[in-house]
């Protein structure tokens, strides 16, 4: 258990020297609420901790960056990504995280490369940091928001159904385009 803190912590100031403090503070947050979660879902801490972690690790990195690490890591790009090259944050700290510290856990791999879009048949641990992301406590209140954190601790499933259509209603609002992998997840709900 030493062990794993100790790690952590390294891992923590990497994560920290890639964003900015606001960034950060929101990685916290992160990690803060998927520890809560994965202890009430019954799930290993030190894996929500780690994907909590590292999920945002290359979300402040430059478009050109992005475009590269993609490139170089042979992250499959559909149109819809390749026009939207910022959602390809998760996919890219995945591939760090495994290829920088040898992590090869696939649940923590997918947990960080899943929790922008979501994906089909998500595991508790991808849920979790999915929705985490969206609640964490420095998250803008909203009735929405509430519900959803009101969920996220009673029910991971409900919680993602009500996530996925918040997010539809989102990006419709702010008329944004929507990835059909969304579509094709929220039926599993």
């Known amino acids: 258990m030493e062990d794993d803190i100790g790690q952590i912590q390294i891992y923590s100031d990497y994560v920290q020297e890639q964003m900015d403090d606001k960034r950060y503070r929101h990685t916290l947050g992160v990690v803060e609420v998927a520890t809560d979660l994965a202890i009430i879902y019954g799930l290993d ?6 994907s909590a972690l590292f999920h945002d690790l290359a979300k402040e990195y430059p478009v050109d960056k992005k475009r590269e690490l993609c490139k170089h890591y042979h992250i499959p790009m559909d149109d819809f990504l390749k026009d939207n090259i910022h959602l ?18 696939s649940n923590i791999l997918k947990a960080i490369n899943n929790h922008t879009l979501g994906a089909k048949n998500m595991s508790d641990l991808e849920k979790i940091i999915y929705i985490s992301d969206i609640i964490e406590p420095s998250r803008k209140y909203s009735p929405q928001l509430n519900k959803l954190r009101i969920l996220a601790y009673t029910d991971l499933d409900k919680a993602m159904k009500f996530a996925l259509n918040r997010n539809i209603d989102y990006l419709t609002l702010k008329n944004k385009p929507i990835h059909p992998i969304i579509y094709s997840i929220l039926k599993e709900y």
């Open 45 to 50: 801490l030190y894996k929500a901790r780690l």
């Open 88 to 105: 390809s944050h998760g996919l890219i700290a995945a591939k760090i995280v495994e290829d920088k510290f040898a992590i090869k856990d």
